[in-house]
């Protein structure tokens, strides 16, 4: 089967139009949110074409969908009771990138198959979209099963790992296509343009289709009929057609393969965009040549480096009796620390923001937090100056605490308090010289070089910590409690706090997303 994936547009007459020119494109099905205007209906009746509607339960973990049955057997009602008048309403989608991985879920799906079955016309089939190949549990509670592809840079291979897995099941591709830039940049040579689309959807169509040697999809859907309405977690571009129903070429390429008059197609190269200023490592290594500057030409620096790293009893000493309190080069050493963290954060966003599992991730959380971790992972600069900005916070906070704390025991000033809090964080600026090197890998090899930096941070946060603690305990004297009650403001205790107030309040469904970038 054929199709493309669509979102009908509010007016009749244009849905109805574009339902005519997709059957004069070869589409034999188009796929849905739900849809009861027979209206439309009627006009997909007398073109022939199949219907796929997907029932509104997206997103969801098994405790969630288990939740909602009652709400979806409403749903599936009123779509039985419009499909036994069509012949083009054969096929539900019972639940779209749900936690099929967890088998509470299945249990729903099938009580909702077997209404199918029991109550729908002649030919009904069921079927479920899902994030999962290897590790989804419900196959058998289905006819068949829908696979996203969207952006996936081999989609076919998701595909044979579903097949493997799951031989018993009928498995297509439910939405193959990448995203075009706003800009008017044109051709192959400029990543995103419409003609990179359109390569996009001629490769992909092509393995999907022309593959004679293994078992060809069930169906094939291309992402998206059009731009209107917006439909995308970045707002970004699929359409095949303008939102103002302008052809783009690749629509020429599904023409082509779908009607059998074209599977081979030429696009101008265009001439490739000029690669855009390194800031980020300009900013990154222009950073470590200014605390270089710091440290050579400053020979306070250099002592107290040498006591820190080689006798730390006397930089503890040294502090408590305020000999060597350097306020400006300690704020050189927390800024660029900082800056360390940011660029991490950057880096990390720019490698996994277009991961699936990610935005799958992403639009499973609750609106409130979804929408503004969407615009963090769009932009790596916004996210980045958000976490040192905390984080910078939390240390100026852990810092108060400590200064508060000495009208207990020995009393010191804020100045001193930098020593104590700042001068640990130097290895954060060992993670941004590691961060630096990223953009020069490849993307795989970017993303294992990430998580071993986030491991390492995290590892080097914990020792932060407990130095920070020790070297208070030793120059203010002051007990165990106290020093361990100034944790409540500490980046890492803050950062638990954040997390489990926002699981807490927001029920997120950590679970799901634990799920979703683990077992896609």
């Not at 309405?229 to 103002?244: E, Q």
């Not at 300690?330 to 800024?335: A, I, K």
């Not at 996994?352 to 599992?357: E, G, K, N």
């Amino acid at each position: 089967v054929q199709g493309v994936v669509w979102t009908p547009p509010a007016s009749v007459e244009q849905a109805s139009r574009d339902l005519r020119a997709m059957a004069a494109d070869g589409v034999q099905a188009v796929r849905t949110p739900l849809v009861l205007d027979e209206r439309l209906i009627r006009v997909a009746d007398t073109l022939g074409l199949q219907w796929y509607q997907d029932l509104p339960l997206a997103y969801l973990p098994a405790e969630a969908l288990q939740d909602t049955l009652s709400f979806a057997r409403v749903q599936l009602d009123q779509w039985l009771a419009v499909a036994g008048r069509h012949a083009s309403l054969r096929h539900v989608g019972l639940t779209r990138l749900s936690d099929t991985s967890d088998p509470r879920a299945c249990a729903v799906l099938r009580e909702l198959h077997a209404a199918v079955q029991d109550r729908g016309p002649p030919g009904s089939r069921t079927y479920y979209v899902t994030p999962f190949t290897r590790a989804d549990a419900c196959a058998s509670t289905v006819d068949g099963v829908l696979l996203d592809g969207r952006s996936m840079a081999y989609p076919m291979q998701r595909l044979r790992a579903w097949q493997a897995a799951h031989p018993d099941t009928p498995a297509g591709l439910g939405a193959v296509g990448t995203w075009v830039r706003a800009d008017t940049l044109r051709g192959l040579l400029v990543p995103h343009s419409p003609e990179a689309q359109a390569r996009y959807i001629e490769q992909h169509l092509g393995y999907a289709l022309s593959d004679t040697v293994q078992a060809p999809p069930a169906s094939v859907f291309a992402y998206r009929w059009s731009d209107n309405p917006p439909n995308d977690l970045y707002a970004r571009s699929y359409g095949l057609h303008a939102a103002d129903g302008t052809p783009r070429p690749a629509s020429e390429v599904v023409a082509g393969f779908y009607t059998g008059t074209q599977t081979v197609f030429a696009f101008p190269g265009g001439t490739a965009p000029q690669e855009a200023a390194p800031w980020l490592t300009l900013v990154g290594w222009g950073l470590v040549g200014l605390l270089a500057i710091v440290y050579f030409r400053g020979p306070r620096f250099q002592n107290m480096a040498s006591r820190y790293f080689g006798g730390h009893n006397f930089y503890q000493e040294s502090v408590r009796e305020g000999r060597e309190v350097l306020t400006g080069s300690m704020l050189t050493v927390v800024g660029s620390a900082l800056v360390g963290l940011a660029v991490l954060t950057i880096v990390t966003v720019r490698s996994v923001q277009d991961l699936p599992a990610v935005l799958w991730s992403v639009q499973a959380l609750p609106a409130s937090i979804g929408d503004t971790a969407a615009m963090l992972l769009q932009s790596g600069w916004q996210a980045g100056a958000v976490l040192a900005a905390v984080y910078g916070i939390s240390l100026v906070l852990w810092m108060g605490g400590v200064v508060g704390m000495g009208r207990y025991t020995t009393s010191i000033s804020g100045g001193q308090a930098l020593m104590l809090v700042g001068a640990p964080q130097w290895p954060l600026l060992l993670v941004m010289v590691g961060a630096l090197t990223v953009p020069s890998l490849s993307a795989e090899m970017a993303r294992a070089v990430v998580s071993w930096l986030w491991i390492a941070t995290g590892a080097a946060m914990l020792w932060m910590t407990g130095r920070i603690l020790a070297d208070v305990m030793a120059v203010m004297r002051l007990p165990a409690v106290l020093a361990l009650a100034s944790l409540v403001v500490s980046p890492l205790f803050m950062a638990a706090w954040v997390g489990l107030y926002l699981v807490a309040w927001y029920d997120m469904p950590v679970r799901f997303i634990m799920h979703l970038l683990t077992r896609t």
